[in-house]
């Protein structure tokens, strides 16, 4: 059983990427003493944790999830020195940091994989997953990359193949070998015992293969405008049932450090990700559960997606939820500037632990990249098809000054044209802006423990707009309305049998507002409601 009361189920992670951050020493790229001087900025937020996507050293390829050295920090980002004092200073403010671990590939300049590709028979050979050219030539199965093409590389020098899921500079370690593990989970003890909370685990469902390796079948319901590699099901390269040992491997080296968290990351159906929880709370913390950033903005759609996931989480399985990453458009972007401030209540109401994608709290949207500064490698590999993740990776709105006070030199990627307005230092004393209004629900949240730990028990309504549940505790109850549409609509509290009180609405001005009976929203209105007879 996991811990009733752990960290990570209270509290609400925040998440950091590095590069767009902060930037300290004007070279344009964020950097960890320029995270250091936002941390104030991530507790004054209300948020519990940070979790940094990677520091380590890299060729950059991926932007650091191609890892040349997994226990060190890459220069761009600053020294161990600066780790060990971000570390101390959220220690301090009371803020738990989270790293990214990304177990399934290493970077083709790493020494394990340089060894590797030497000879066939280094003692690093099979570190990899090489293979011999299928009997007429070419790869060894069908298998795709994710960034376009086979993901499988030959190497001239040794006649073999080896397997990358992603880009060619990302060889995949080959996890069914126990040296590979082992050397993992010391890379995991490094940073424990440097004082990290825990991981996100990158790509974790692809860490076992099938051992024979077997051809992907193809997927009958592929559509011409998906990128390729949605041309098959992956049934054979990802979400083996071996993967429940390595997991439960990884959830034992963290729990030797008591109240750590393990994340995994995978994209897979809510009825596929229950695997990931492990047997009696020997798998994953949680798996990040991107329901709500797959699902269109619709009451029917969202609320599908919840009860979905509170119907097949067993009592010891923990939600979670997210509305965005560094690798999906920004939720301003996809519903909104309006709809996200409901889609912030949502979030920070349902039963799970939160995720916030850096800027969503001020409502930073997509910025259009001029083709000539693409900077990600799935955009130039697959121009065309919107896969290109640089328009949710722009510089941190700060404030109104240059580069939005990201950086005083040239910030690797544009800074949105609308940061004069959009932006903290304008929003933090504006009792209307979309950061109060998450400043406001995290506080809310962290206050009553019916909305980090209650019960979610929905609310039938008679309009299809609005979707309606209330989260309780032995002491109290809220009532959550939202509207999912510019219309606007009445919520029918009458089932309840409770009048109450507003505590938090996007619109931020029905703060005290008492209701009986009915709850009146306009336009992409969302209402927090404390209910009770005396209120
Ligand atoms: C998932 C990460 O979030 C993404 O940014 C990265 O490109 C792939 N995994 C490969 O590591």
Redesign the pocket.
Known sequence: MTNPSAWWKKGTIYQIYPRSFQDSNGDGVGDLPGIMQRLDYCRWLGCDAVWLSPIYPSPMA?FG?DVSDYTAIDPVFGTMADFDALVSKARRLGLRVLLDL?PN?TSDHHPWFVASRQSRDNPYRDWYVWRDPAPGGGPPNNWQSHFGGAAWEFDAATGQYYLHT?LKE?PDLNWWNPEVRRAIYDVMRFWLDRGVDGFRV??VAHLIKDAQLRDEPPNPDYQPHQPPYHRQLHVYSMDQPELAEVIAEMRAVVDAYGDRALIG?SYLPIERLCRYYGHEGRGLSFPFNFQLIKSPWEAARVRAAVESCEARLSASMWPSWVLG???RARVASRIGRAAARAAAVLLLTLRGTPTLYYGDEIGMVDVPIPPEMVQDPCEKNLPGYGVGRDPERTPMQWDAGPSAGFTTGRPWLPVARDYPTCNVAAQRNDPTSMLTLYRRLLELRARHPALHLGEYVPVEQPVEQVMAYVRRSAAEQFLVAINFRPQRCDVLLAGLGLGGRVRVSTHLDRDGERFAGLVRLRGNEAVVVELGENL
Do not use: L, R
Request: proline share 0%; no cysteine.
């Open positions: 991926d999830y990304i590939h992603y990302q990158d790509a990351e990453n560094h690798d």
